[in-house]
């Protein structure tokens, strides 16, 4: 609708409404999600394509349809969040969507400040990193044997996610230790390669 009412408005305000309609296009194609629950992108994304609207048309009556989809949109976004993050269901993890576990800050090797650990899965990998160039890893999701909460022994200390993939034993220094080792055991179980829940202690 606004290509055929559109008179002209300039460059500027072409580039501002596509990346309003870029944004949740973007967020969906990237099947993840955040903690956050990426209703600011929904919500970001129509107030640019409001003003993206009101800047080709010059009609301020044409900025109510985007901004009555961004509100729809932030509500669906938010109550599907809730449905998938609710701790004791964990449907989330019977998806294919990207997990992202929180981030833990720990001391990192000849570094003087702290430098922030998470792991993250999706439908077919499971995959970890400290810090930027640090160390990580992967393991795909079909080799997962067993998944639990244990007690680093080492550095950094604390509760760890303990996963025995094959012949090794990795583990995963998150945020929430307890509730990602819930997800990603939920996960693997999907796939058939675990038997036993991790301890939620």
Do not use: N
């Amino acid at each position: 609708m606004t290509v055929l009412v559109g008179g002209g408005g300039g460059t500027v305000w072409w580039v501002v409404l596509a990346v309003g309609c870029l944004l949740p296009v973007g967020f969906f194609l990237a099947r993840g999600y955040v903690r956050w629950s990426g209703w600011a992108v929904v919500a970001a994304g129509a107030v640019l394509q409001a003003v993206g609207v009101v800047g080709v048309t010059g009609r301020a009556v044409l900025v109510v349809p985007p901004l009555v989809a961004g509100v729809l949109g932030v509500l669906l976004v938010v109550r599907a969040h809730g449905v998938l993050l609710d701790t004791a269901d964990g449907a989330v993890a019977g998806t294919s969507l990207v997990v992202r576990s929180r981030a833990r800050a720990v001391r990192g090797v000849g570094v003087w400040k702290p430098v922030l650990a998470t792991a993250s899965m999706d439908d077919k990998w499971l995959r970890w990193r400290v810090g930027d160039d640090l160390h990580g890893g992967r393991v795909l999701l079909r080799d997962i044997r067993a998944v639990w909460v244990a007690q680093a022994a080492g550095p950094p200390g604390g509760p760890v996610v303990a996963v025995r993939a094959g012949e090794r034993v990795v583990h995963l220094v998150v945020g929430d230790p307890e509730g990602f080792a819930w997800l990603l055991d939920r996960r693997v179980r999907v796939l058939g390669s675990t038997s036993d829940p991790p301890s939620r202690t």
